[in-house]
Structure formats: structure tokens, C-alpha cells
Nanobody
Framework: QVQLVESGGGLVQAGGSLRLSCVAS????????MGWYRQAPGKQRELVGR???????VYADSVKGRFTVSRDNAKNTLYLQMNNLKPEDTAVYYC?????????????WGQGTHVTVSS
């Protein structure tokens, strides 16, 4: 089992910044993929960005150039730096852990943290 605990959400004005963190504990494999997903009211959960244990990243087009996913493998911690936030970024943000090379193993989710961007 892997436990994920997110923090850093909150209320921010449009154009502002927030940094989310996610600490993983438990049976975390050395090779894995961690990522951030979000779900807005009435919408499906969508990928925001993900990063492999080797550092390869993938981003949703809607956040490219504004959000940065990073990780500290020694601390088993994932980050999401969000700049130039827009009202449409309002959602619950979830941390995701996928075990194994390419993230093809077991999958785990955090409890989510709310991000609200006011116009």
C-alpha cells in the first residue's frame, strides 16, 4: 500500500500562484510515475501533469507554460507549482502514484486538495 497526503491548496486571486505538495509513504517503489490530476464540479477528472522517477514530464495543454511538476525522490515528495492561475483552474487536485517502470503497476490516489481561483 502507498499513502499519499496532499497539502497547499486554498483560495487565490486570478494571476496568483500556489504550490501543492504530496508526500508518499508506505511501499513506494523506486521506479514509478507520480502526477497531479484535477476534477472540477460536473467534469471528469483530468491529468494536469506527471513526472517519472527519472524526471520525464508530461503536461496537459491547458497548463503548459504556467504549471511545473517536480519531485524530490529522497523525500518521496511531489510538487506542483502553479503560476498565473485562472478561474478555470478551480478544482480539487489529486496526487497520483503509479508503481513500476512507466507507471504500469498498482495505482494510488490522495484525498485531494481544493484550489479556488477567484476572478
Amino acid at each position: 500500500q502507498v499513502q499519499l497526503v496532499e497539502s497547499g491548496g486554498g483560495l487565490v486571486q486570478a494571476g496568483g500562484s500556489l504550490r501543492l505538495s504530496c508526500v508518499a509513504s508506505g511501499r513506494t517503489s523506486s521506479r514509478n510515475v507520480m502526477g497531479w490530476y484535477r476534477q472540477a464540479p460536473g467534469k471528469q477528472r483530468e491529468l494536469v501533469g506527471r513526472i517519472s522517477s527519472g524526471g520525464s514530464t508530461v503536461y496537459a495543454d491547458s497548463v503548459k507554460g504556467r504549471f511545473t511538476v517536480s519531485r524530490d525522490n529522497a523525500k518521496n515528495t511531489l510538487y506542483l507549482q502553479m503560476n498565473n492561475l485562472k478561474p478555470e483552474d478551480t478544482a480539487v487536485y489529486y496526487c497520483n502514484f503509479r508503481a513500476g517502470p512507466g507507471g504500469l503497476g498498482d495505482q494510488y490516489w490522495g484525498q485531494g486538495t481544493h484550489v479556488t481561483v477567484s476572478s
